[in-house]
T-cell receptor, first 115, second 111 residues
Framework: GAGVSQSPSNKVTEKGKDVELRCDPI?????LYWYRQSLGQGLEFLIY????????KSGLPSDRFSAERTGGSVSTLTIQRTQQEDSAVYLC?????????????FGNGTRLTVT | GESVGLHLPTLSVQEGDNSIINCAYS??????FIWYKQESGKGPQFIID?????DKRQGQRVTVLLNKTVKHLSLQIAATQPGDSAVYFC??????????FGKGTTLSVSS
């Protein structure tokens, strides 16, 4: 089947605008993760959804960032009042049973540029 | 603070050589480790994983070694090919935490 799909692949926005990034995980995967990758850097954990449990939001850098996962499938990451330091590639990944039991499968990311 | 990192930011090898990419982790409670490969413009791709009850695990042309005594992880790639050129990340996790990634090593393979 298809892998993890993210949209849009590229997003350019003006400082102060809100943006929504979408992730379609692999069908049947119960765990979904969002990471952020700045240029030439490693991956920074943002948020994690596992089944019906409360999400682990410990990686969100500020209250401008939020995410939801509807129906245990599609997830949306929202950044309000974007700042230039938010420019990065936002990566979504899903896992069949959580990262400790099955590997993460990543999408190709959304490249966000805040001007 | 805790971190997962790699000893060398870049590694250049000749086609056909064996490559060794190293990673040090700081939290002795970490019990599951994964290597990912990331090509330009793509998301990371799973290569191989290892749990803390193992010292070595082999895949196709890749071997991961885990030394818990010195908290060191390595990825060995046999007969490196130009298609292996990418950024390689190690990642670690333990109960109750998300997967934590290091900064990555860029592997360049020349023909």
């Amino acid at each position: 089947g298809a892998g993890v799909s993210q949209s849009p692949s590229n997003k350019v926005t003006e400082k102060g605008k809100d943006v929504e990034l979408r992730c379609d995980p692999i069908s049947g995967h119960t765990a979904l993760y969002w990471y952020r990758q700045s240029l030439g850097q490693g991956l920074e954990f943002l948020i994690y959804f596992q089944g019906n449990s409360a999400p682990d939001k410990s990686g969100l850098p500020s209250d401008r960032f939020s995410a939801e996962r509807t129906g245990g499938s599609v997830s949306t990451l929202t950044i309000q009042r974007t700042q230039q330091e938010d420019s990065a590639v936002y990566l979504c990944a899903s896992s069949l049973r959580g990262v400790r039991n099955s590997p993460l499968h990543f999408g190709n990311g959304t490249r966000l540029t805040v001007t | 603070g805790e971190s997962v990192g790699l000893h060398l930011p870049t590694l250049s090898v000749q086609e056909g050589d064996n490559s060794i990419i190293n990673c040090a982790y700081s939290n002795s409670a970490s019990d599951y480790f994964i290597w990912y490969k990331q090509e330009s413009g793509k998301g990371p791709q799973f290569i191989i994983d290892i749990r803390s009850n193992m010292d070595k695990r082999q895949g196709q042309r890749v071997t991961v070694l885990l030394n818990k005594t010195v908290k060191h992880l390595s990825l060995q790639i046999a007969a490196t090919q130009p298609g292996d050129s990418a950024v390689y990340f190690c990642a670690e996790t333990r109960a109750g935490t998300a997967l934590i990634f290091g900064k990555g090593t860029t592997l360049s393979v020349s023909s």
